[in-house]
């Protein structure tokens, strides 16, 4: 059973433009979430975290919501440019062991039409 | 700072064959974790070493082991490969693996199992 989910494959913005990447998770004991970005051919690349604790965080044109109760969370990218056509995945990881491996799911395909 | 590295890049094996993959953190790195990603699995989390013990495992058959060095290099080893073992395998280190601490994603090795 996947506990975190990305519903949409993929998502096509204009450039300029908002993009907002959509994800579910089931699992309550979640406790920190993350965004990574990858290029064909390369491995993930670390955009931006929140802690549950939180239900915002910025950084540049990134910023993450999220919403606890709905078991939401969400990525805005404003405004959006050529570069950011790419893989977006969603992951989280919960606190309670400290070093378990982060559950991700299985991405949207952002692209950026000019 | 030089990145996550693996080798080799590419691989192919047949059936039945065993094989290694190497990964060397980005320096001062101590947690590396290991993952799987497949078109119909998408990432998933295999284990996680820290101070050259196994802290965590995902849902993953015994053929499927690692280990992790005193410079903290680590190996995955996977035996009797079967067909579906063809995936990308990403190696990703951190600081101590804490829960919020980044984890970096090398390139990834590419392994083909005829």
């Not at chain 2, 990703?92 to 693996?97: D, R, V």
Request: charged content about 15%; overall charge positive; glycine content about 10%.
């Amino acid at each position: 059973d996947q506990q975190v989910k990305q519903n949409s494959p993929s998502l096509s913005v204009q450039e300029g433009r908002i993009s907002i990447l959509n994800c579910d998770y089931t699992n309550s004991m979640f406790d920190y979430f993350l965004w990574y970005k990858k290029y064909p051919a390369e491995g993930p690349t670390f955009l931006i975290s929140i802690s549950s604790i939180k239900d915002k965080n910025e950084d540049g044109r990134f910023t993450v919501f999220l919403n606890k109760s709905a078991k939401h969370l969400s990525l805005h990218i404003v405004p959006s440019q050529p570069g950011d056509s790419a893989v977006y995945f969603c992951a989280a990881r919960w606190g309670g062991g400290g070093a378990d491996g982060l559950t991700f799911g299985k991405g949207t395909h952002l692209i950026i039409q000019p | 700072k030089a990145g996550v590295t693996q080798t080799p890049r590419y691989l192919i094996k047949t059936r039945g064959q065993q094989v290694t993959l190497s990964c060397s953190p980005i320096s001062g790195h101590r947690s590396v974790s290991w993952y799987q990603q497949t078109p119909g699995q998408g990432l998933q989390f295999l284990f996680e070493y820290f101070s050259e013990t196994q802290r965590n495992k995902g849902n993953f058959p015994g053929r499927f082991s690692g280990r992790q060095f005193s410079n903290s290099r680590s190996e995955m080893n996977v035996s009797t490969l079967e067909l579906g073992d063809s995936a990308l395998y990403l190696c990703a280190s951190s600081l101590f693996g804490g829960l919020a601490d980044t984890q970096y994603f090398g390139p990834g090795t590419r392994l083909t199992v005829l």
